[in-house]
């Protein structure tokens, strides 16, 4: 399969000059071990294992300390979390100097916390890097940053091209998986019925994984796995799910973590600009790629003509995908938020917080003109934040760019799909 350029490289790069351990993390199959060849080759890595391969993984088992300090660094160390206490070994290697660039370790579930009692021995001495699954823009082979223009600048007032329902729902179905979203020629997988078959060996294959040596009810994880990607962008009451799953609120949240830790669902988490009550503490959960929200929902193109409710859950979807996907290789990192208000009823769909504590919102309407009612959120979001507040974006499925208020800018869905210099019209 032809290799695409990942937007998230200059990043990686970048942190391998900063830290001692960098840490790329992401679900099965999304490019990370391809990705990590690609700059360990570059970076002239002298030490690779992978412990997918039951020979490294025996030789790392068994006494890690002695086999990474006698191997020469940089050290190059695939799915990394098949081998928990992996972590405290490479922690006293690093310690013995203050290099960068020591360690590159790939996982695709979450590496080294908990192996020091609760505790991640890589503390203070690594950074994290999430890969998801590939955007539209380098699925379209021309990756670039909207989110970090949306921060920096106010959108140019631009046409887009139009934007059918059923383009869009090819692109939901598809998602960016790239083993599954493409074919081994690199060209986009068109026949759904494949995919299909690909995302239901896909779950499969990462439920067995990760619940490996456990006595978790697989059957039980992924029938809630189902309930939640099937309806993305749902504020989860976790009371609610497991009444209609027939499981207790503890089993709930559970399976939610062991999903969340997988990289099969994204958490956005509640802001609170205030500590007022009244703002809801329920996270929304995504599904971490559209295809799996298609395939989790058992959803065609006819019943997306005829269900705007779905299509704009599954549209929210796509957005919070790119968001995240973006936000790990922005200039400055940005976690991913919700907020609503139940006092006045009103919400915004994404809130990107950055570390010095401004603010991006983002709301995602399945419509091709946006009315002033469309700004409510945003507006009562803005007053609330205050001088944190930078920018307000409505995407929308239409053509066109506008002001549609201070500081609120309406912004097509087609814009993450095309370059800001190439394909516009």
Request: hydrophobic share 40%.
């Amino acid at each position: 399969m032809a290799l695409l350029e990942r937007g998230i490289t200059p990043m990686l790069e970048h942190l391998l000059t900063v830290a001692k351990v960098v840490i790329l993390e992401g679900g099965r199959a999304v490019g990370k071990t391809t990705l990590a060849h690609t700059v360990a080759d570059r970076h002239q890595f002298r030490t690779r294992f992978d412990l997918s391969n039951p020979d490294d993984r025996q030789l790392l088992s068994v006494d890690p300390h002695r086999i990474l300090a006698a191997s020469p660094t940089p050290i190059f160390i695939d799915e990394a979390q098949l081998e928990p206490e992996l972590t405290v070994a490479i922690k006293r290697l690093v310690d013995r100097n203050q290099e960068p660039g020591q360690v590159l370790l790939t996982g695709s579930s979450r590496i080294g916390r908990g192996a020091l009692g609760g505790s991640d021995p890589l503390a203070g001495r690594s950074v994290r890097l999430r890969l998801s699954s590939l955007t539209q823009s380098e699925l379209a082979g021309h990756p670039h940053n909207t989110i970090d223009t949306w921060w920096t600048e106010e959108p140019s007032e631009t046409i887009y091209p139009e934007l059918h329902l059923l383009d869009l729902f090819q692109r939901f179905a598809t998602g960016g998986l790239p083993s599954i979203a493409l074919t081994e020629t690199g060209h986009p997988r068109t026949n759904l019925d494949d995919v299909r078959r690909l995302l239901n060996s896909y779950v499969q294959g990462v439920i067995t994984l990760n619940l490996a040596g456990t006595r978790t009810d697989s059957q039980a994880l992924e029938r809630t796995f189902r309930y939640l990607a099937a309806n993305p962008g749902q504020i989860l009451n976790a009371n609610r799910a497991a009444s209609e799953l027939g499981l207790t609120t503890k089993s709930i949240r559970a399976y939610l973590d062991l999903c969340s830790s997988s990289f099969l669902l994204d958490i956005a988490p509640a802001h609170r600009p205030t500590q007022h009550q009244t703002v809801t503490a329920h996270p929304r959960v995504f599904a971490s790629d559209t295809g799996l929200a298609v395939w989790a929902a058992e959803t065609t193109p006819a019943r997306i003509l005829r269900d705007p409710r779905l299509t704009g859950s599954l549209l929210e979807n796509l957005v919070a995908q790119e968001v995240i996907a973006q936000s790990a290789w922005s200039r400055k990192p940005a976690s991913t938020l919700h907020w609503r208000d139940t006092r006045t009823n009103t919400e915004v769909d994404l809130v990107l917080r950055r570390d010095d504590g401004g603010l991006l919102a983002i709301e995602v309407k399945s419509a091709a003109t946006i009315k002033s009612n469309d700004t409510k959120g945003l507006r009562a979001f803005a007053q609330a934040a205050g001088d944190r507040f930078v920018r307000g974006i409505i995407v929308h499925t239409g053509r066109a760019v506008t002001q549609v208020d201070h500081n609120i800018w309406a912004v097509p869905v087609s814009s993450l799909f095309n370059n800001f210099d190439g394909d516009k019209q």
